[in-house]
């Protein structure tokens, strides 16, 4: 049952480098009786990508939406174990899950703008949290978001048009820029380019580069090559354990583990 | 062993001619139904043809007496059309915040053993018979806002509008929360997800981003339901009354277009005369007017979804 995360070759060197933003210890999590992820112990560095890799079912989806505590809204889904955002553990009862999510954005996997114009896309979490000083203040801050999410030159002439107009790419990109208009801390992206066209793609990927000079960033992705791409930190997930973390490039020249290499040079999954 | 060529001639094959008798028997329902609705309104519109050849357009639309009975008849269409709508609003008034919260309650807050008890329940209110609602409106309900208003000093007519307004508004319940549920539980997951994953709480995920969406089926909810209690005539005959007074007073006795075209209609009829084709004209009027709502509601509809869909 209890299983050690392989690390590569030691501690990687972007963990050592950079600040933990989020430091999970032994988490489980359970769909009613059936266990979607053992054991689980990550530090994930702030200013930095981390990708989780790994076959479809293996839980990296699922831990995902544990660190945003998302998985609250599926009522047979039970978490045990400790993560930490900042040192907070976030499934303390004392922490306020609205305050949690505005500080963790997270990006879905197919582009969910709401049926609102583009310009109250962006605006909807800076309303809610009561962001915003004045009319002026809010449309700085969404005409940042959008310049941020690289999306401002493409829309700035028509933010009162539906976002739901947009393509698909585009889409993706105002759903970044909904995230980080709130000015979150960690910006969770779960298969952000699955539904994208490669050229959609390539744009996004640029755009996550950038990004992480100021987010802490975590990606899934069924793409080794983006996972490569992008991430500094790479996590291997199979059947619901972690089996080896480690910087990028190691994991993907020098992997430890035998599942790791077999994974990664597509015998599986 | 011989072996069967494969026959690729038409003529024995069975399917060549079921494939066209289906296709016509699905023809001949459609027109059908097309045809009867076309023979109901031409035969409509034909004896309100003659009703308007004896009494001019402008009297009918714009008189504001009707009295068919009196020695020198007159049919004014107002005090029937304001009664209508009078006892429409307040059933509206009544239906829309109870049929919205109820949907909204079933969809996004119940959990689904209350759900699968709370939604036959409420389709069971659709189920009676509005004839049974007509005298709970004028047996129990009238007697018990009449007592209320002697409480406090108010005179109430023993049939008003208001009790069958409640009545008309607890008739037409079912039929919004149950459309409107629908809706609701057709928006997209990803939708709530989306603004849960912002920080929202369940209730401005719903205020914000559920009912926006679900809206444009939220107004055809809306619209099916205000054709049913403007078409409704049980519960008006019951409990509403046959004096058409003008008036947009509540409490008063108030007449509408159904339980005047009922009026008109029963016992003994010489078929030809005005009295008696003023059924026709108000049934034309009734038929037109629940048109415009369609239309009405598919515009708003076709608007909302060009702006975000």
Known sequence: ?269 | MTTTSLNLTKKYRLRHYTEPVVFSLMLGASFFAVLTTLGIVLSVASESYRFFSAVPLQSFLFGTEWAPSSPIPSFGFVPLIVGTLLITIIALAVAAPIGILSAVYMAEYATPRARAFAKPLLELLAGIPTVVLGFFAALTVAPFIRAMGAQVGLTIASESALAAGLVMGMMIVPLISSLSDDVINAVPQAMRDGSYAMGATQSETIRKVVLPAAFPGIVSAFILAISRAIGETMIVVMAAGLAPNLSINPLAAVTTVTVQINAMLVGDQEFDSAKTLSAFALGLTLFVLTLILNVIALRVVRQYKEHYA
């Not at chain 1, 689980?40 to 995902?64: E, H, Q, R, Y």
């Not at chain 1, 922490?95 to 310009?119: C, H, Y």
């Not at chain 1, 999306?151 to 105002?174: I, M, P």
């Not at chain 1, 992008?230 to 020249?253: M, N, R």
Request: net charge neutral; glycine share 6%; aromatic share 8%.
């Open chain 1, 1 to 269: 049952m209890s299983f050690k995360t392989v690390f590569t070759p030691a501690i990687p060197a972007i963990i050592a480098a950079n600040a933990p933003k989020i430091v999970a210890q032994d988490v489980n999590v359970y769909y009613g009786e059936k266990s979607a992820i053992k054991e689980l112990s990550i530090t994930i560095p702030d200013k930095a990508v981390s990708a989780f890799i790994g076959p479809s079912g293996c839980g990296k989806s699922t831990f995902l939406r544990s660190i945003n505590r998302m998985n609250d809204t599926i009522p047979s889904c039970r978490v045990t174990g400790k993560i930490a955002f900042d040192g907070m553990d976030i499934y303390d009862r004392a922490v306020d899950v609205v305050e949690l999510r505005a500080r963790i954005g997270m990006v879905f996997q197919k582009p969910n703008p709401f049926p609102k114009s583009i310009f109250e896309n962006v605006a909807y979490g800076v309303r809610i949290h009561g962001l915003a000083k004045d009319k002026v203040d809010l449309e700085r801050i969404v005409t940042e978001s959008l310049q941020r999410a690289s999306l401002w030159d493409e829309v700035k002439d028509r933010l009162a048009h539906a976002g739901t107009g947009l393509s698909g790419g585009q889409q993706q990109r105002l759903c970044i820029a909904r995230a980080i208009a709130v000015n979150p801390e960690v910006i969770l992206m779960d298969e952000p380019c699955s539904a994208l066209d490669p050229i959609a793609t390539a744009r996004i990927e640029e755009l996550i580069s950038d990004l992480k000079q100021n987010f802490c960033i975590v990606i899934v992705t069924h793409s080794m090559q983006q996972a490569a791409r992008v991430s500094d930190l790479t996590a291997f997930f199979h059947l619901g354990t972690l089996v080896e973390v480690g910087d990028t490039d190691a994991v993907f020249t020098n992997p430890q583990e035998k599942r790791t290499q077999d994974y990664i040079t597509g015998r599986f999954g």
